[in-house]
């Protein structure tokens, strides 16, 4: 027995494929499947291991895949909130055009509601700001207007520029009245009247001596013409909102770029 053993050990020893530099041949692949248990031993010519920048190609499709297969699998908490909140103001904004069509729950006030709108609308207030301008005799008055027609003038530019960049559709397929196209105002998003109504209401509140009634009244017009749009089916509830934000930004602008008494009246005589 001791005999067989130092014979076996020995046998080992002028083993060639058991010297350092074999080693690796004996050793299976990292990754390789088990062999399956078979009497048979296999027979042919051996397959040499892969080299060592195929192993690093290996490991970096081993890393990459499963990343890509999770970003396609489970898409990003901010993708479904944003999906989440546009179905939501989709169905909202449908719920609410109740004047939308001839065939709408409220198709009666129709009427009444696109007058609403047109209260709101760029084409009256820049021609009752230009008659006013003719009409008025102070130079306050005259500094007054000759801004807020500055300030008619960026809204209609500033919506009419990000309608055609974000070209978003309204929830209805409602086409736009002759107003509508000689503004520019084609669009859902963001909404003119309501941007309008916002900024003309700040400009109010911050240049005109009112009284309480008149800033609440005021206040509620601002909020009825944006309302007026979702009803009618041309905007959504976020169209409207935007408009309202972005209405108060051109009214800080305007602040911000305020023309005094005589620049105006240096415009006034250049017309």
């Not at 020995?10 to 248990?37: C, H, I, T, W, Y």
């Not at 970096?60 to 999770?70: I, V, W, Y």
């Not at 396609?72 to 004047?99: E, H, T, W, Y």
């Not at 009666?108 to 008025?136: D, E, Q």
Request: charge should be positive.
């Amino acid at each position: 027995m001791p005999a067989s053993q130092s014979r076996a050990r020995a046998r080992d020893r002028n083993n060639v494929l058991n010297r350092a530099e074999f080693l690796s041949l004996n050793q299976p692949p990292k990754g390789a499947p088990e062999p399956r248990s078979s009497g048979r031993k296999a027979s042919g010519p051996s397959v040499q291991p892969p080299g060592p920048g195929d192993g690093a190609r290996e490991r970096r499709q081993s890393q990459q895949l499963p990343e890509e297969d999770c970003m396609q699998l489970n898409p990003s908490f901010k993708g479904i909130a944003f999906n989440s909140l546009l179905a939501i103001d989709i169905c909202m904004s449908k719920r609410l055009g109740v004047c939308a069509g001839r065939a709408a729950s409220w198709a009666s006030a129709r009427s009444m509601v696109k007058l609403i709108g047109i209260t709101g609308h760029g084409i009256p207030w820049i021609g009752g700001t230009i008659l006013c301008l003719v009409k008025s005799s102070t130079l306050a008055g005259q500094e007054v207007l000759m801004n807020l027609l500055l300030a008619l003038l960026l809204d209609i530019m500033t919506v009419a520029s990000v309608q055609k960049l974000i070209k978003r559709r309204g929830p209805f397929e409602t086409s736009p009245s002759l107003l509508d196209y000689l503004t520019m105002d084609v669009y859902a998003f963001p909404a003119g009247h309501a941007s309008r109504a916002a900024m003309v209401s700040k400009f109010f509140l911050s240049h005109l001596v009112l009284a309480v009634p008149l800033r609440i009244l005021l206040v509620l017009w601002a909020f009825c013409v944006g309302l007026s749009r979702v009803m009618i089916g041309r905007h959504h509830i976020t169209d409207v909102i935007s408009g309202f934000i972005i209405g108060y930004f051109q009214f800080r602008l305007v602040e911000l770029v305020w023309m005094s008494s005589n620049t105006c009246q240096m415009l006034i005589s250049a017309w």
